[in-house]
């Protein structure tokens, strides 16, 4: 599958976001989905995941009531509502798919996005 990541930019905290990874090639519903970040020195880390539907979701805790993670099957995309930004999410934001189920994501990572940029000003 080929992702396809836009949406980043450049706001101040806690102003919000809302990054998109259009996916094609191959049956997106059959991919779990996510997000992960990097920032300049640091490794690259996993931020949300959802499965084949909207009911599970998974994320690192230092988004947790700030990130929301959605997706729309008849779109092939899925979608990170970032709120209550802070300089700390500064980094520049991937989409991953894996086929198969939520819980073996990150081990089973398939295709990656080209990152999207998100700076926050503080």
């Known amino acids: 599958v080929q992702l396809q990541a836009s949406g980043g930019g450049l706001v101040q905290a806690g102003g919000s976001l809302r990054l998109s990874c259009a996916a094609s090639?191959?049956?997106?519903?059959?991919?779990?989905m996510g997000w992960f970040r990097q920032a300049p020195g640091k490794e690259r880390e996993f931020v949300a995941a959802?499965?084949?539907?909207?009911?599970?979701?998974q994320y690192v805790d230092s988004v947790k009531g700030r990130f929301t993670i959605s997706r729309d099957n008849a779109k092939n995309t899925v979608y990170l509502r970032m709120s209550n930004l802070k300089p700390e999410d500064t980094a520049s934001y991937y989409c991953?798919?894996?086929?198969?189920?939520?819980?073996?994501?990150?081990?089973?990572?398939?295709?990656w996005g080209q990152g999207t940029q998100v700076t926050v000003s503080s």
């Open positions: 090639g191959r049956t997106f519903s059959n991919y779990a």
């Open positions: 959802i499965g084949w539907s909207d009911s599970i979701t």
């Open positions: 991953a798919a894996a086929p198969g189920i939520l819980a073996t994501f990150q081990h089973r990572i398939e295709s």
